[in-house]
């Protein structure tokens, strides 16, 4: 008999609380594996999003305890995209779920794939009718039987991990002056998340900026607004919009006490263009008086 490896797998689903899903899913991991706790990241992903599941799955992923990840949004259930479990950390860590993306930015937070099996072995699945539910038939046995110490290589046969199917998470781009940007969350306070790091808003472009919500293209539908970065929501009084540096270390439009989103009609995928509102340093020229 192997010896239990792990005791807790971290969940996170699109499958939401209304329906017994992951009540289900939380039965059969007990069920094979009594010893182990499951801690529930979230199960409120918009259906069907890969793209937020990943972000928020790479949000987590820093702090969740060694053992198993166990994350499914997954829209393309019972066709031919792989199941997978991948190592990480040295062994510290499997990730489970569906090789469309899901998985792809926590991985490479966590270090990088270094071992990957695609679970097609029936010994470690529960036998059901239809193929629509993977989560109870597939990825929680599969989280259960890992936690119990069955090996990775017992699962099924091994994927390269470089055939692992990537996430996309967008980058900001310079357009000019201005720094066009995309809200990657928002969370239920109203900040919107910017894919950018404190390091992509230059600091010659100073305190004083202006967002710009919504593509050039369509301009009846382009919001635009003062805004000023901000340590701190409180210091964005009076109604002001700030740029506050957000406990994931990314840029977010924020309000103080508000919903920057709902003011100023944002979403995740919106278009947020930056541009500073600061005149440029003055260029100093060194004079020696008294010379011809």
Same mark, same amino acid.
């Given at each position: 008999m192997t010896e239990p490896r792990f005791d807790t797998v971290s969940f996170l689903t699109d499958y939401g609380t209304s329906d017994e899903f992951v009540g289900v899913v939380k039965s059969v991991i007990r069920d094979l594996a009594p010893h182990v706790w499951v801690i529930d990241l979230t199960h409120e992903i918009v259906p069907f999003d890969i793209r937020a599941g990943s972000l928020a799955l790479a949000r987590c992923i820093g702090y969740v305890p060694s053992g198993v990840v166990l994350a499914v949004v997954d829209p393309g259930v019972a066709t031919n995209r792989r199941a997978v479990a991948i190592e990480v950390a040295g062994g510290a860590g499997v990730v489970i779920g569906p090789d469309n993306g899901l998985l792809a930015p926590a991985v490479a937070m966590a270090g990088g794939a270094e071992r990957a099996f695609e679970l097609t072995n029936p010994e470690y699945q529960i036998e059901a009718a239809g193929a629509t539910f993977a989560g109870r038939d597939i990825f929680a046995p599969a989280a259960a039987h890992v936690c119990n110490g069955v090996d990775l290589?017992?699962?099924?046969?091994? @994927?390269?991990?470089?055939?692992? &199917?990537?996430?996309t998470v967008p980058l900001p781009r310079e357009d000019g002056d201005a720094l066009v940007t995309e809200v990657l969350w928002v969370d239920r306070f109203g900040n919107a998340q910017l894919n950018v790091?404190?390091?992509? &808003?230059? @600091?010659?472009?100073?305190?004083?900026?202006? @967002?710009?919500?919504?593509?050039?293209?369509?301009?009846?539908? @382009?919001?635009?607004?003062r805004a000023v970065r901000a340590t701190s929501f409180a210091e964005l009084?009076?109604?002001a919009v700030g740029l506050v540096l957000d406990s994931y270390g990314m840029l977010a439009v924020a309000m103080d006490q508000r919903s920057a989103a709902e003011e100023l009609g944002l979403a995740a995928g919106d278009q947020v263009t930056i541009v500073s509102l600061d005149d440029p340093p003055a260029v100093a020229t060194q004079v020696v008086l008294g010379r011809r």
């Open positions: 290589s017992e699962l099924g046969p091994e @994927v390269d991990p470089v055939l692992l &199917l990537p996430g790091g404190p390091d992509d &808003l230059p @600091v010659a472009w100073g305190s004083h900026l202006q @967002v710009q919500v919504g593509a050039p293209t369509d301009p009846s539908g @382009v919001t635009v607004r009084s009076g109604g």
